[in-house]
């Protein structure tokens, strides 16, 4: 259900982003950038296909527990089990979402969504893949009380749906709003990475949470808030922002010579190292004044790959739409396809045509999908005509990637 609610609201999404850009563009005031836009909704789609084979750790665990261990068995039909249940879920929320950044097992999570150095809709949906293998633990104190499973299900979406409208520059202070509900302003903060600003304003749909527990800070006009993570991610691969933290933490943990030190790292703060390996030297100290992650591709190259994510995006809605008729097998490989495709576009918008090669096959195979087979990934029947025009993009597709991201022979021999 989740995921059709996510793929039914999309048009929502893509429409108030469109109206948040024009209204940008009008006032001069934080343009968007292409290949930022392009990689914050390849990880939202990548989070939807993922979370898909991911259930099992949050429903699923979520179920089981309140099968088993359930203290009561609440109502669904009572409007104040709903209540009670969002604002116990926001709560809760509080506390994994401040976890996750003061744990590096939850931030190797959690930093996905805090890459971006811009700040708008599309962060919104710039979403983890690995977030359900730990969140859901923070969640179970709903099962034992015994806030049945689709009460849960529906809280958590209107708990995350709402966090959608405070990823965005365009709207200024609220006033009281301000000092109740999360709001643009005080979630402009919690992305910061400003020393005054790090680490605060922890809530979901209540602020008052970090008031009470004293992680609460106003933004600042005398403090512009500068956007991303104190190690800059700069890539827009999208496996390799799922990936980044894990491998840095690892990395200690397997060097370390201390047993203790290799557990007990995934539970301290980002940045912590053992005693052992302070000796080392440091990372490059961050800069506030850095400039912005912007590799220099052509305007046709980016024209390009938002034109493959276009059709990408619809793919990805059919298969969160169809997965559950799908066999595993057959989903998974779907999967996997549309994650490579993904990670395909992120190099080509990163480092062109060294990503020639990965793309073109990955076109190819969908040419002799089409041409060879009368099946979608063995799960939707194509038409003569389908088939026909499937194969003709990607002819069409092959053409221009050769003649967008290709050396040009101006002179009469190889360019430099």
């Known amino acids: 259900m989740h995921e059709k609610i996510i793929t039914f609201a999309s048009p929502v999404f893509f429409l108030l982003i469109a109206i ?54 609440l109502d669904p039909g009572s409007v104040w089990v709903w209540i009670s249940g969002l604002l116990l879920y926001d709560f809760l929320y509080y506390w994994l979402h401040r976890m996750g950044h003061e744990t590096n097992l939850l931030w190797a999570a959690h930093v996905v969504h805090h890459q971006s150095e811009a700040y708008n809709l599309t962060t919104a949906l710039r979403q983890t893949s690995t977030g359900p293998l730990f969140g859901w633990v923070f969640y179970l104190p709903l099962a034992i009380i015994g806030f049945p499973v689709q009460v849960f299900v529906v809280i958590a979406l209107i708990d995350l749906l709402y966090q959608f409208w405070v990823h965005t520059e365009q709207i200024n202070k609220l006033g009281w709003f301000d000092r109740v509900f999360v709001s643009p302003s005080n979630h402009r903060v919690h992305h910061a990475v400003n020393d005054i600003y790090l680490d605060k304003n922890y809530g979901g749909i209540l602020i008052i949470w970090d008031r009470l527990f004293g992680s609460f800070i106003e933004e600042q006009d005398s403090e512009p808030v500068v956007y991303g993570t104190r190690s800059p991610l700069r890539s827009w691969n999208p496996l390799w922002a799922n990936l980044e933290v894990y491998k840095a933490v690892l990395q200690d943990a397997w060097h370390t010579r201390h047993w203790a030190d290799k557990f007990l790292i995934w539970l301290r703060p980002p940045g912590w190292r053992p005693a052992d390996l302070r000796a080392l030297p440091p990372a490059k100290p961050f800069d506030l004044a850095r400039p912005l992650f912007d590799p220099l591709v052509s305007n046709a190259a980016l024209g ?34 549309l994650i ?34 009368a099946d979608w990934f063995y799960s939707y029947a194509l038409s003569v005509t389908e088939q026909a025009l499937l194969a003709a993009a990607c002819i069409i597709s092959l053409g221009a990637l050769g003649f967008i991201f290709l050396p040009k022979n101006t002179h009469g021999h190889l360019s430099h």
Request: charged share 10%; aromatic share 16%.
């Open 20 to 73: 948040e850009f024009l209204v940008a563009r009008k006032r001069q005031k934080h343009l968007y950038r292409i290949n930022d836009a392009i990689s914050s909704l390849s990880l939202g789609v990548m989070s939807q296909i993922t979370g898909v084979f991911l259930k099992l750790f949050s429903v699923g665990a979520y179920a089981w527990v309140f099968s088993n261990f359930a203290l009561l068995q």
């Open 340 to 373: 490579f495709s993904l990670w395909c576009l992120g190099g080509l918008i990163e480092k062109g045509r060294f990503y020639l090669i990965p793309e073109s096959l990955r076109l190819i195979a969908i040419f002799l999908m089409s041409m060879l087979s």
């Open 304 to 337: 390009y790959c938002l034109l493959q994510f276009i059709a990408l995006l619809q793919a990805a809605t059919y298969f969160l739409l169809a997965f559950k008729s799908m066999s595993a097998l057959n989903a998974s490989v779907y999967a996997a396809w």
